[in-house]
């Protein structure tokens, strides 16, 4: 069992959006399991980085969609991505200093910053990609 399990209720039913999420998903799954490998403290590093660089591309590409979408909400959305990559990066630079940054913490938070962000504020501007087909 993977530790995150992809259910289907993450789904919001844009092909694109849910692949991109698959994709998060793996990534903190594979911080996980190198965690629990004991692995080097760079290719922890390398992965988070990865992970960093996804999500800020993964928000990009949302925001794109919910403005090509009209969608009414997109200035608070856009406010909710910059502080999850502000969360994220501020824990990247501690993880960076020590390899005890990287810790069951860690890692609980990556969980729910990921699972809240798809099943909270996602679900919401799903309709309004449907609506518009986007
Ligand atoms: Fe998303």
Redesign the pocket.
């Known amino acids: 069992m993977a530790f995150v399990d992809w259910k289907p209720e993450y789904n919001?039913g844009h092909a694109e959006?849910d692949e991109?999420?698959k994709r998060?998903v793996g990534l903190i799954n594979q911080l996980h399991d190198a965690m629990k490998a004991g692995g080097r403290h760079e290719d922890l590093m390398r992965i988070m980085n990865e992970l960093v660089n996804y999500t800020r591309y993964?928000?990009t590409h949302?925001e794109n969609l919910m403005r090509q979408a009209g969608y009414p909400d997109l200035a608070s959305h856009q406010r909710a991505?910059r502080a999850m990559v502000e969360q994220v990066e501020k824990l990247k630079q501690e993880a960076g200093s020590s390899r005890a940054g990287f810790s069951i913490k860690l890692m609980g938070f990556l969980k729910n910053w990921l699972t809240d962000?798809?099943l909270g504020?996602?679900m919401k501007y799903a309709p309004a990609l449907k609506t518009s087909k986007m």
């Open positions: 919001v959006i991109q999420h998060l993964h928000f949302e991505h962000h798809i504020s996602d």
